[in-house]
């Protein structure tokens, strides 16, 4: 689930902000939060269990859930 990118004062695109669906929290890298906070829940170890490219897409996955 993801915010929408809007534009700032100056022109600028916002960073788009996904919710992590563990713990409720805005995050712009939620990629790298899955990897780092919950890297002990059972569909985020699995998907780092995977090569680097299948990690990336599988993360991709649960990132666009």
Avoid: I, S
Wanted: charged letters at 35%; glycine letters at 2%; proline letters at 3%.
């Amino acid at each position: 689930v993801f915010e929408r990118t809007e534009v700032n004062d100056q022109g600028r695109y916002k960073e788009r902000q996904h919710y992590c669906l563990k713990c409720q929290k805005r995050m712009a890298q939620l990629a790298r939060h899955l990897k780092t906070m919950h890297k002990n829940e059972p569909d985020v170890a699995k998907a780092l269990a995977l090569p680097e490219k299948e990690q990336k897409k599988a993360l991709k996955l649960l990132v666009n859930r």
